[in-house]
C-alpha cells in the first residue's frame, strides 16, 4: 500500500499569498496518477487536480499541480478567501487507492 | 446536472449490518466505476472500495475486505455497499463518487454525493 504524507499539516497564510503544499509517496505513483482535493467544512471534496498536473473543470488557473515519482506539489499562487479549506492528495495508481493525511489552510 | 445523492445510514450495533445506496442521474451511469470514500467524524478521507462500470472489476480497502462488498444495478443507476460485522471503527460519513473518465479504471472523483452517516454503537 502507498501511504501518503502531507506536510504540512496547518499552513496559516493571509489572503493574497502563496500556499505550497507537499505530498510525499512512500513509493513511485505510476504515470503521475495523482489529484489533489479540496474539502470545507460540511462538504463533499472537490476536485482540483487530476494526473498530477491537470486542472480539473471550472478550477481557476491560481491552482497548480507539479512533480512526479515519489514528491507532488499543490500551489495555490494567490489565496483568494475561499481557499482556505483543506486539502487532500490522493493517488490512484496503485490499489488500494490511498489518500494523505491533510493539509489544512487557515486564515493567518 | 450530474447528482448522487446516498441514503441507507443510520445507528446500528455492533456486529450488525447496514446497506447504502447511491443513486446517480444526469450521465451515463453505466460507462462510469464508481467508488466509496468514508471519513470518520474529524478525520481525513479513507477509499473503501471500487467497481467498474461492467461491475467485471472490483476492489476494497483491507480495513472492510470480507465484511463489505459493493455492487451496481445500471439498469436503476444505483450504487451500493452492503456493510456486515459493523465495528465503531466503521462510524463515519460514507460518500460515493464518480470516476472522472468514460470507461476508465483509474481517474480522479470529478463529483461526490453529501454523503450518509454511519454510526455503529451499542
Known amino acids: 500500500e502507498i501511504v501518503l504524507t502531507q506536510s504540512p499539516g496547518t499552513l496559516s497564510l493571509s489572503p493574497g499569498e502563496r500556499a505550497t503544499l507537499s505530498c510525499r509517496a512512500s513509493q513511485s505513483v505510476s504515470s503521475s496518477y495523482l489529484a489533489w482535493y479540496q474539502q470545507k467544512p460540511g462538504q463533499a471534496p472537490r476536485l482540483l487536480i487530476y494526473g498530477a498536473s491537470s486542472r480539473a473543470t471550472a478550477i481557476p488557473d491560481r491552482f497548480s499541480g507539479s512533480g512526479s515519482g515519489t514528491d507532488f506539489t499543490l500551489t495555490i499562487s494567490r489565496l483568494e478567501p475561499e481557499d482556505f479549506a483543506v486539502y487532500y492528495c490522493q493517488q490512484y495508481g496503485s490499489s488500494p487507492r490511498t489518500f494523505g493525511q491533510g493539509t489544512k489552510v487557515e486564515i493567518k | 446536472e450530474v447528482q448522487l445523492v446516498e441514503s441507507g445510514g443510520g445507528l446500528v450495533q455492533p456486529g450488525g449490518s447496514l446497506r447504502l445506496s447511491c443513486a446517480a442521474s444526469?450521465?451515463?451511469?453505466?460507462?462510469?466505476?464508481m467508488h466509496w470514500v468514508r471519513q470518520a467524524p474529524g478525520k481525513g478521507l479513507e477509499w473503501v472500495s471500487g467497481?467498474?462500470?461492467?461491475?467485471?472489476?472490483?476492489g476494497y480497502a483491507g480495513s472492510v475486505k470480507g465484511r463489505f462488498t459493493i455492487s451496481r444495478d445500471n439498469a436503476k443507476n444505483s450504487l451500493y455497499l452492503q456493510m456486515n460485522s459493523l465495528r465503531a471503527e466503521d462510524t463515519a460519513f460514507y460518500y460515493c463518487?464518480?470516476?472522472?473518465?468514460?470507461?476508465?479504471?483509474?481517474?480522479?472523483?470529478?463529483?461526490w454525493g453529501q454523503g450518509t452517516l454511519v454510526a455503529v454503537s451499542s
Open positions: 444526469g450521465f451515463t451511469f453505466d460507462d462510469y466505476a
Open positions: 463518487a464518480k470516476i472522472m473518465g468514460q470507461q476508465q479504471l483509474k481517474g480522479g472523483f470529478d463529483y
Open positions: 467497481i467498474s462500470w461492467s461491475s467485471a472489476t472490483i
